[in-house]
DNA sequence: ATGGTTGCCCCGCAA
């Protein structure tokens, strides 16, 4: 079961280029982030005849979240649970069942600058949020996997040139902090499973010559319950991606599990 | 170098 994420920074704006990536990446099941549409404009007609089920939890203007999906998708969840006061759409769970079930969590986690600041609160709250969430759902012991434009810079390592990411919510002592926390529950990187080393980016800016110059940070991510992580295979960044038509400033990274 | 770009859809805000 080959699993991705893609934060597309808007469907209408990635008409052409989300079906070309699909069509070429062939995955079996896609978190998307930045939707950027409601449920009711999202436009279903880009996916037509490629195969796919979605389930969408959209917004107007901005967030909002969808999954896509070859296989069946059932008990599907909108929202983080937690707050009834959150009205940002950030998090969709459903459980895809191929040679076996999966609980698969997309979540496009708050960006949370300026920091210090009430956005920086919130990215902190929602962090919270999302630990008693992961505790809960371990305690099934289903395969789990949590992926999705995370707005962090797990260490240095992860991103081109770390200095300029000092005092940014996504690099923070707190934001990382908050992040090892997920790991601490029993969490696997499922990316850092398997490569090591510094120079493997997920998001290059629009602004200045980011993607020229290689200037990028790594900051979506698949974190694998162990349950998961027993399943894992192979994981990959389509980096290539950033370079092709109309791009979005993210790229996707994908598992495929033994599942 | 306090810049620069993109997407939303009504133009300023989020990233």
Not at 16 to 34: G, I, M, R, T
Not at 94 to 105: L, Q, S
Not at 167 to 184: G, N
Not at 193 to 219: C, E, K, M
């Amino acid at each position: 079961m080959k699993i991705a994420s893609f934060n597309i920074n808007g469907i209408k704006a990635r008409a052409e280029a989300l079906p070309a990536w699909l069509k070429a990446a062939e995955p079996d099941v896609v978190a998307l982030q930045e939707i950027k549409s409601t449920d009711e404009a999202f436009p279903h007609e880009v996916l037509d005849g490629l195969g796919y089920q979605i389930v969408t939890h959209g917004q107007k203007g901005f967030n909002g979240v969808a999954l896509l999906s070859r296989f069946p998708l059932e008990d599907v969840v909108c929202g983080l649970p937690g707050d009834d006061e959150d009205v940002q759409a950030r998090w969709i769970e459903a459980t895809v069942v191929g040679d076996r079930a999966v609980r698969i969590c997309g979540l496009y986690l708050p960006n949370g600058n300026p920091a210090p600041g009430p956005k920086y609160d919130y990215k902190l709250a929602w962090m919270a949020r999302m630990h008693a969430r992961v505790q809960t759902l371990l305690a099934t012991e289903e395969p789990l996997v949590f992926l999705g434009d995370y707005n962090v810079i797990p260490q240095d390592e992860d991103a081109a040139k770390p200095e300029a990411w000092r005092e940014d919510a996504l690099a923070l002592p707190q934001t990382r902090a908050a992040f090892r926390r997920l790991l601490h529950l029993g969490l696997t990187d499922a990316f850092r499973a398997r490569v090591a080393g510094p120079g493997h980016f997920t998001f290059w800016d629009y602004q200045a010559g980011a993607w020229q110059r290689n200037n990028g940070i790594r900051i979506d991510h698949l974190l694998l319950s162990p349950q998961a992580a027993d399943l894992l295979r192979e994981v990959g960044i389509d980096k290539e991606v950033r370079g092709g038509e109309k791009p979005s400033d993210h790229v996707p990274i994908w598992i495929d599990l033994n599942a």
